[in-house]
C-alpha cells in the first residue's frame, strides 16, 4: 500500500490499527528488507523457531520436572523467557485447572442449559 502511495494514516485506517502502530509495522518491515529478508513476518520468534513450538518445548521440559535454569540452557534461551512462558501457559490453561469435580460439574451445568434450551440442537 505504501509502494502505491498510501499514507501510513490511510494503511491504518484500511488496517484497523492506530498510526503508531502501522507506522512501526512499516518501519519493521523496511528494517527487514535492509537485511535482506522481503519484509514479510517469518514465522520464527525470538529465538528461530515458531512461538508455540517454543511454547511446547518449554512446556514439556517443565512437565518433566526440569528447571527454569535447565529448560533455558537446553533451549538456548534467557531464564526469564522461560519463566514468563510458563506463567502464562500454566494460568487458566484448561478447564482442569481449577479441579476434576468443578469442571465436570461446569460441563454438565452447560449440558443441561444447552438440552433445556436448545433441544433441536441436541440429540439423545
Do not use: F
Not at 519484509?39 to 526440569?66: C, H, Q, V
Request: a positive charge; charged letters at 25%; one cysteine or more.
Amino acid at each position: 500500500m505504501q509502494a502505491q502511495g498510501a499514507s501510513n494514516r490511510q494503511i491504518a485506517e484500511t488496517l484497523g490499527v492506530t498510526v503508531s502502530t502501522a507506522s512501526a509495522l512499516l518501519a519493521s518491515g523496511h528494517r527487514a528488507k535492509k537485511r535482506g529478508g522481503n519484509g514479510a513476518p517469518s514465522g520464527r520468534g525470538k529465538y528461530g523457531i515458531a512461538t508455540a513450538a517454543l511454547e511446547t518445548a518449554i512446556m514439556d521440559l517443565w512437565d518433566e520436572g526440569k528447571s527454569y535454569s535447565e529448560i533455558a540452557d537446553i533451549l538456548t534461551i534467557r531464564r526469564e523467557t522461560a519463566q514468563k512462558i510458563v506463567a502464562y501457559m500454566r494460568e487458566g490453561a484448561t478447564d482442569l485447572a481449577m479441579g476434576r469435580e468443578v469442571a465436570t460439574r461446569c460441563s454438565d451445568a452447560l449440558l443441561a442449559a444447552l438440552i433445556r434450551h436448545h433441544p433441536e440442537r441436541c440429540s439423545a
